[in-house]
T-cell receptor, first 116, second 113 residues
Framework: GAVVSQHPSWVICKSGTSVKIECRSL??????MFWYRQFPKQSLMLMAT?????????EQGVEKDKFLINHASLTLSTLTVTSAHPEDSSFYIC????????????FGPGTRLTVT | AQSVAQPEDQVNVAEGNPLTVKCTYS??????LFWYVQYPNRGLQFLLK??????LVKGSYGFEAEFNKSQTSFHLKKPSALVSDSALYFC???????????FGQGTELSVKP
């Protein structure tokens, strides 16, 4: 089946620094990628949707200058958390979709971000 | 607007007993419905989906779900629960033309030996 990877799987960074999370579709071309945020034992909150080669569309309430999303190729999207604060600590999950796969979404394993 | 509700935050089942995790949805038109499972500190794993056709859908790990249009429900079921089924389960809905996945709140399933 279609596989989505994320790197790193966990990261600790100091407050005020930036951290980049990568999301890759390993065996298909992801025309659309999604970034979610999840708090413990809660549902996934969609942060933004990105189409390859286009600017990301952010959900209401998500700061686009803080959560920079780049989808430069059909297999790679990145989420950069800029000037991280402890409240940005969370579990970030990416998902990828391709028209050729019937619009199904495939999820990455997630990245645990801890800001100290 | 589309929405999904999982009325139970937690479901407790004894191993070997049947389990049901409930999901109801609200969507205009014919929905695409999904169930995902999440183990601690992991991403979501696809269990099954309903697109069209037979109302009873069989999925991974012995799970199945029944689509009931009149009750707008898509409950997840398994005839005999395993301790290893303990996890967080999410129901999701999406419009057929490929819009966003809308997730329910999640239901924590606990299966005790």
């Amino acid at each position: 089946g279609a596989v989505v990877s994320q790197h790193p799987s966990w990261v600790i960074c100091k407050s005020g620094t930036s951290v980049k999370i990568e999301c890759r579709s390993l065996d298909f071309q992801a025309t659309t990628m999604f970034w979610y945020r999840q708090f413990p034992k809660q549902s996934l909150m969609l942060m933004a949707t990105s189409n390859e080669g286009s600017k990301a569309t952010y959900e209401q309430g998500v700061e686009k200058d803080k959560f920079l999303i780049n989808h430069a190729s059909l297999t790679l999207s990145t989420l950069t958390v800029t000037s991280a604060h402890p409240e940005d600590s969370s579990f970030y999950i990416c998902s990828a979709r391709d028209r050729g796969l019937g619009y199904e979404q495939y999820f990455g394993p997630g990245t645990r971000l801890t800001v100290t | 607007a589309q929405s999904v509700a999982q009325p139970e935050d937690q479901v407790n089942v004894a191993e070997g007993n049947p389990l049901t995790v409930k999901c109801t949805y609200s969507v205009s038109g014919n929905p695409y419905l999904f169930w995902y499972v999440q183990y601690p500190n992991r991403g979501l794993q696809f269990l099954l989906k309903y697109i069209t056709g037979d109302n009873l859908v069989k999925g991974s790990y012995g799970f199945e779900a029944e689509f009931n249009k009149s009750q707008t429900s898509f409950h997840l079921k398994k005839p005999s629960a395993l301790v290893s089924d303990s996890a967080l389960y999410f129901c999701a809905v999406r419009a057929p033309q490929g819009g966003k996945l809308i997730f329910g709140q999640g239901t924590e399933l606990s299966v005790k030996p």
